[in-house]
């Protein structure tokens, strides 16, 4: 990575048969856009924070830097601020990047969007001489309620499977199987009684982990939907009195952490809007705000 980034001489490594100036040397004078920037190792991240501090790169090998003028766009689907806390991502990297940030919306969080794109998809796929397709009405139904985790990508596979699977001019549901295997897991989830919301509050009370363990980590793996977390923040609320502050401790939350708890619930809008405080008398349940 580092050779590809920021260029080697000749001779500086095996099979390094010729020198090679790098990205950001190719790139003089225009931009460099680095995708998921949050998988560079930590020295390929003290070589990018150079570029970005002094404006200079060392090629492998090489003795001295050269000057270069790049403007940086970067890119990632991590949580840099937790990558940070944890030791995985440098500070002063990330306070260099995070300038201008374009937070870019999932799919599921663009309303029907996925039909402008699976319509458009299909229109190129007919344009070889094929017979042109379309969605059946039962599947748009049903994709409508899908939650795309692998966005525009997965809306692609979807649509690229049905076209070629189907054998008449509707594309029905029963042709999405194979491209859809996050729906069964989904809907399994959904047949689980969320009485495992107090299951959870329970353990992170009792120590056996916290709120970054057992809800965060299988939230951002997908293993836990955005109305379950829901369920367990409106169960601790319920047990805190409502008190966001007071739910820190029995989430194992440290007080270090509260902002970062605060960003992560309102970026995924995992707060619940009503939750019933127990052993307070009110006829209806309360807003917490």
């Known amino acids: 990575m580092a050779s590809e980034l920021f260029g080697h001489v000749k001779g500086s490594f095996t099979g390094a048969v010729n020198d090679h100036s790098g990205v950001f040397q190719d790139a003089n004078g225009g931009t460099v856009f680095l995708d998921e920037v949050g998988e560079l190792s930590h020295a390929a991240q003290t070589m990018l924070l150079r570029v970005l501090?002094?404006?200079?790169?060392?090629?492998?090998?090489?003795?001295?830097?050269?000057?270069?003028?790049?403007?940086?766009?970067?890119?990632?689907?991590r949580d840099l601020a937790a990558m940070v806390q944890q030791g995985k991502f440098r500070e002063d990297l990330y306070f260099r990047l995070h300038r201008l940030k374009v937070h870019v919306p999932a799919l599921r969080e663009r309303g029907r969007d996925w039909e402008l794109i699976a319509?458009?998809?299909?229109?190129?796929?007919?344009?070889?001489?094929?017979?042109?397709?379309?969605?059946?009405?039962?599947?748009?139904?049903?994709?409508?309620?899908?939650?795309?985790?692998?966005?525009?990508?997965?809306?692609?596979?979807?649509?690229?499977?049905?076209f070629y699977m189907s054998r008449g001019s509707e594309i029905e549901l029963c042709d999405l199987a194979d491209a859809l295997e996050e729906t069964a897991r989904l809907q399994q989830w959904s047949k689980i009684p969320f009485a495992a919301a107090a299951d959870c509050c329970?353990?992170?009370?009792?120590?056996?982990?916290?709120?970054?363990?057992?809800?965060?980590?299988?939230?951002?793996?997908?293993?836990?939907?955005?109305?379950?977390?829901?369920?367990?923040?409106?169960?601790?609320?319920?047990?805190?009195?409502?008190?966001?502050?007071?739910?820190?401790?029995?989430?194992?939350?440290?007080?270090?952490?509260?902002?970062?708890?605060?960003?992560?619930?309102?970026?995924?809008?995992?707060?619940?809007?009503?939750?019933?405080?127990?052993?307070?008398?009110?006829?209806?349940p309360v807003a917490v705000r």
């Open 119 to 162: 319509d458009y998809l299909l229109d190129n796929l007919a344009r070889n001489g094929t017979a042109p397709k379309r969605l059946a009405r039962d599947a748009v139904a049903h994709l409508r309620g899908y939650a795309w985790p692998g966005n525009v990508r997965e809306v692609r596979g979807c649509v690229e499977t049905g």
């Open 202 to 284: 329970d353990r992170m009370q009792a120590g056996e982990g916290d709120f970054w363990t057992v809800v965060y980590e299988p939230f951002m793996a997908r293993d836990l939907n955005r109305a379950q977390v829901r369920d367990i923040i409106a169960e601790g609320l319920a047990r805190s009195g409502g008190s966001y502050k007071r739910l820190l401790p029995a989430f194992g939350i440290a007080e270090a952490d509260y902002l970062r708890f605060m960003d992560f619930l309102r970026h995924h809008r995992l707060k619940p809007e009503r939750v019933p405080l127990r052993g307070v008398s009110r006829p209806d």
């Open 53 to 77: 501090s002094d404006g200079e790169v060392v090629p492998l090998g090489a003795t001295r830097p050269r000057r270069v003028n790049v403007r940086v766009i970067a890119a990632t689907n």
